[in-house]
């Protein structure tokens, strides 16, 4: 029978391989995001990036961005043992935040758009409810 023991390491394990995979993730979008910016700025017209460009520029922060807050959960939970669901609910903030921008809203019926709307208002509402209370109780700032 397997102990309580051997399955904490075993979740450390794959809690760390998870981060390494994550972090080569965030490398690889990072170069690929460089490689991006320097083709686009060095291609014809000179140093002028149209609006395409820049929409896939800033998705690509934003998919950096969301990386690193995924390697904060995972450092969260090796050392306290716990799931931070504020940083979780920022990661759901920025990921949507990323779909928004990236969006072609003429591709995309009204309702949908209220839908992400309604979701984003819900997930801001919980980011604060959740900051509240832990401000509350005293509890550590992210």
Do not use: W
């Amino acid at each position: 029978m397997i102990q309580l023991s051997q399955l904490d390491k075993f979740q450390k394990i794959i809690i760390t391989i998870l981060a390494i995979f994550m972090g080569l993730i965030v490398m690889l979008a990072t170069l690929e995001l460089a490689y991006t910016i320097a083709f686009d700025i060095f291609s014809q017209p000179f140093m002028l990036l149209g609006s395409d460009e820049l929409l896939n520029i800033f998705g690509y922060f934003l998919l950096i961005l969301i990386g690193i807050e995924l390697l904060e959960t995972f450092s969260i939970y090796l050392h306290e043992r716990a799931i931070n669901v504020q940083v979780v609910l920022l990661v759901a903030i920025i990921a949507l935040a990323r779909k928004v921008i990236i969006l072609d809203s003429k591709q995309i019926n009204s309702q949908t758009l209220i839908s992400i709307g309604f979701v984003i208002l819900a997930l801001a509402a919980g980011y604060y409810m959740i900051k509240k209370s832990q401000d509350k109780l005293g509890c550590k700032r992210i």
